[in-house]
């Protein structure tokens, strides 16, 4: 009998052709944040793929289950049964996205259950900051701290070659005995290295084509236009790194220099980029979404626009602008990319002067405004996207930001959405909370696990705002008119 998919036959082939295998070299889990019927963060990292190609040109046997896709393929779905079907040497669980925390921690717990031979390995930013403490919990055996590529393979001709030994890795937080240690040395991410990921190949990844069919990632306000989220997508960047400090941030530039060792961005090869593009279109993707723009990088972006349009590539984009473009930037990315292209703003405040205080990119209302108008003049739709309870923000601030609302409604179509800002670990504001009068409620891993303070809160609180206060101002702002 079929599942709902038309896919038995499939996953039954599949079975058979791994068994065949023998075990399975790595494993990599990604796990959503379940809250009831919804499903969260179900992007998987950018990096969780570009590992998993790494290892398998190296030969290894690679697989990456995403476990909120595997239910909706497969309802019979059953992580003890999958992990103990691969027997997978090493089990790596990206905990990157922080609402993921519980999600991710429970997913390593049940894998060493499942499979208590195999060495736990955990990634991504949030495990970065909490490397230690994921470590002395036992919760995995070695945390790969900021950039992954070459310290993890590296870390797996020790664990499956028995060469060299761990100490000797760069970026890793260990076990050894009842020790937590340390490794020696640095590592960051490279133009040589760059070159070769592959951040649009899902080659590793079961049901590839229910990922990239399914609407992923909806962060637009409901009810406003784009709110039910964007099926055929993918994510591309084009770089990594920043040049600015936003308070909320995780991938601030501070924040990428304690945890990286990276000091401002890394642009990524263009033939890399477009291989990336190619790959994705190749598997089904009719957007691309990405979110990589220090302005620095713009002359970049623009070199990889013209090598899309001379390849032949151009979906629907879906392009975050960290602050107002220039005029050419938004010609060359309305005739790069396909009618229904979206452009997104971040001014976050209507106020310039906490724009200012938390955001690394300043400008003023009135460029928004320009830029905005640009854009729509050159086919591109807009959205902006505003947040209340800001640090250093008072209730004459958000004032501000609600006429600002309701003014770019009467000049401009531009879609609004209005949410709490996040604390991101390792953000500025959760290294210096004091800075800007805040309290912070989510602080340790377990603040995080727990979802501690308001559910759906930002994580803090200031002088002028409860989490609970921001949440309520948000929906007024919202109906500004």
Excluded at 159 to 179: F, H, I, K, M
Excluded at 223 to 233: L, T
Excluded at 411 to 417: D, F, G, L, M
Aim: with cysteine; proline share 5%.
């Amino acid at each position: 009998r079929l599942d709902p998919l038309g896919r038995a036959s499939m996953l039954q082939a599949m079975s058979a052709e791994r068994s065949s295998m023998g075990r399975l070299d790595a494993l990599f889990l990604h796990a959503p944040r379940f809250d009831g019927d919804r499903r969260e963060v179900m992007v998987m990292p950018l990096g969780v793929p570009a590992l998993a190609n790494l290892l398998l040109d190296d030969g290894r046997t690679v697989e990456i289950l995403h476990l909120g896709i595997e239910p909706e393929v497969d309802a019979s779905f059953s992580l003890r049964r999958a992990v103990r079907e691969r027997e997978p040497r090493v089990i790596l669980v990206s905990l990157h996205f922080n609402p993921q925390t519980r999600a991710a921690i429970d997913a390593a717990r049940a894998a060493r259950a499942y499979a208590p031979e195999a060495k736990i390995v955990m990634g991504g930013l949030t495990a970065t900051v909490f490397a230690h403490e994921l470590v002395a919990l036992g919760l995995a055996d070695v945390v790969v701290r900021g950039d992954g590529e070459e310290p993890l393979r590296a870390l797996m001709r020790v664990l499956l070659d028995g060469e060299g030994a761990l100490a000797a890795v760069p970026n890793l937080t260990y076990r050894d005995g009842n020790e937590v240690r340390v490794s020696s040395g640095r590592w960051s991410l490279d133009v040589a290295t760059a070159g070769k990921l592959r951040h649009g190949d899902l080659r590793a990844l079961r049901h590839r084509e229910a990922y990239v069919a399914r609407s992923l990632y909806a962060d637009f306000s409901e009810g406003s236009k784009g709110s039910e989220g964007y099926p055929f997508a993918a994510y591309v960047n084009a770089g990594r790194g920043c040049t600015a400090d936003c308070a909320c941030c995780g991938g601030a530039a501070g924040t990428q220099d304690l945890l990286s060792g990276r000091h401002g961005i890394l642009a990524y090869p263009i033939e890399k980029l477009a291989r990336d593009v190619a790959d994705a279109v190749d598997a089904g993707a009719r957007v691309l979404r990405s979110c990589f723009d220090p302005p620095e990088a713009r002359r970049h972006v623009l070199d990889w626009f013209a090598r899309l349009r001379a390849d032949g590539l151009g979906p629907r984009a879906i392009w975050d602008l960290w602050a107002p473009a220039p005029r050419a930037f938004l010609e060359e990315l309305a005739r790069t990319f396909a009618a229904g292209s979206l452009a997104v703003y971040s001014p976050d405040a209507g106020s310039e002067a906490v724009r200012r205080r938390i955001r690394g990119y300043a400008y003023s209302n009135e460029q928004l405004l320009g830029s905005i108008r640009e854009a729509e003049a050159r086919g591109l739709d807009t959205h902006c996207f505003f947040a209340v309870g800001l640090p250093s923000e008072t209730q004459a601030d958000v004032e501000e930001t609600a006429r600002l609302v309701a003014r770019i409604r009467r000049e401009t179509r531009a879609a609004i959405s209005v949410t709490p800002m996040f604390v991101d670990p390792g953000s500025p504001l959760s290294r210096e909370p004091s800075r800007w009068s805040a309290r912070l409620i989510r602080r340790s891993l377990r603040d995080y696990y727990e979802e501690r303070g308001v559910r759906g809160g930002p994580g803090f609180e200031t002088e002028h705002f409860s989490e609970q206060q921001a949440i309520d101002a948000c929906k007024r702002v919202l109906e500004a008119t």
